[in-house]
């Protein structure tokens, strides 16, 4: 969507309500497939981004980050918080809104509501990475951890990858009722387990989305088969883990951006030298990625700015000519761009102005 110079003062915000209607307008697995496809082309283009570590500010209780990145072109970051004690306060762990700009004026583009959309941008990158690592004749998967990204994570890997038997565990057999409930009438197969053992049982895929902000051992090295893809996902923060690391010792592992995964992810257990391997490089073909059906990989997502960078611009191209967000008046737009101040008196017209001494 093109804005005339007349229209850049008014911003197009995407509400919580706005965003939801979206997703049943466009369809969520079409929204998921379509948001991977943009996900795949922009790391088929890497090295055209800006690229940095998110800036976080780190509390005994939870995270608030900054996640910016442009291409040259557009400029967006994400504001997102993590804080995993928010459940038991009825409070969701994970919120977010972002901004989408234009490099050349540096005017905003886009306002929107990041919490649902960096939970189908969650899914839609863990389904980019099944894509590429998984062994092609994939069928099952076990969800470990039926939180808030659960359902994400199987309608996406569903849409994107086909895969519709699912095995269920979480800690709380509440949450994995909930799960069952939401994903009913949906295409799947489901079966709930009572541990984790009995979840990746016979699973190809294993997706591991736990909340706890600790160094968890979800799963131990005797639990993980050959020819197996993990997407650890939950751990995204220092301090934060779900594998034990002798997983990760023997899987091949693939990360979003080397620099911030070593702090965030599962390798924030190994060497500083522990090998991975880029998932851009394998996207466009430049490094391999499964190479055997007996091999382990292991994507470590902790998720990248690149990925919000996406999400905004789909939903930005999306919502054109739609009744599916609302024009903020959130930039001053003088008729001279000298005379600001100019233009707030004139607004106050008919108020008093303190005359000079």
């Not at 306060?89 to 509501?113: H, I, K, N, R």
């Not at 197969?189 to 736990?210: K, L, N, Q, S």
């Not at 008919?350 to 005359?355: L, N």
């Amino acid at each position: 969507m093109t804005l005339k110079a007349s229209e850049r003062a008014m911003v197009p915000f995407v509400s919580v309500d706005n965003m939801m209607r979206l997703v049943h307008h466009i369809g969520i697995e079409t929204f998921l497939a379509d948001l991977a496809g943009e996900i795949e082309r922009d790391f088929a283009r890497w090295p055209l981004f800006d690229k940095t570590p998110r800036v976080g500010s780190h509390s005994d209780v939870g995270v608030i980050e900054l996640m910016p990145t442009s291409d040259g072109q557009h400029y967006g970051f994400k504001y997102v918080n993590g804080h995993p004690k928010n459940m038991k306060e009825g409070l969701q762990t994970v919120t977010a809104f972002g901004v989408l700009s234009d490099v050349d004026t540096g005017y905003p583009m886009l306002f929107s509501e990041m919490t649902i959309l960096t939970a189908l941008r969650t899914g839609a990158m863990s389904a980019v990475a099944t894509r590429h690592l998984a062994r092609k004749d994939a069928r099952t998967m076990a969800m470990i951890g039926n939180g808030a990204q659960s359902e994400f994570q199987c309608l996406a890997i569903k849409a994107v990858c086909g895969i519709d038997d699912i095995r269920l565990y979480d800690i709380d057999p509440a949450a994995t009722r909930k799960c069952m409930a939401n994903l009913e009438g949906l295409g799947f197969t489901i079966t709930p387990c009572a541990t984790p053992e009995e979840a990746i049982e016979g699973a190809d895929v294993i997706t591991v989305a736990t909340a706890d902000k600790d160094m968890q051992t979800i799963l131990t090295d005797n639990m993980v088969g050959g020819g197996v893809h993990i997407n650890a996902i939950g751990g995204d923060c220092p301090g934060k883990t779900e594998l034990h690391r002798d997983i990760v010792a023997r899987a091949s592992v693939f990360v979003e951006y080397p620099p911030q995964t070593r702090i965030e992810g599962e390798i924030q257990q190994m060497p500083e030298d522990h090998p991975v391997t880029e998932l851009w490089q394998v996207i466009d073909g430049t490094a391999k990625g499964r190479t055997s059906a007996t091999e382990v990989t292991l994507f470590d997502g902790v998720g990248f700015a690149i990925e919000d960078f996406s999400a905004l611009r789909y939903v930005h191209d999306k919502i054109a000519g739609t009744p599916f967000y609302i024009d903020l008046d959130l930039i001053a737009d003088p008729d001279d761009p000298r005379d600001l101040f100019g233009m707030v008196r004139r607004s106050g017209a008919s108020a008093s102005w303190p005359k000079s001494a």
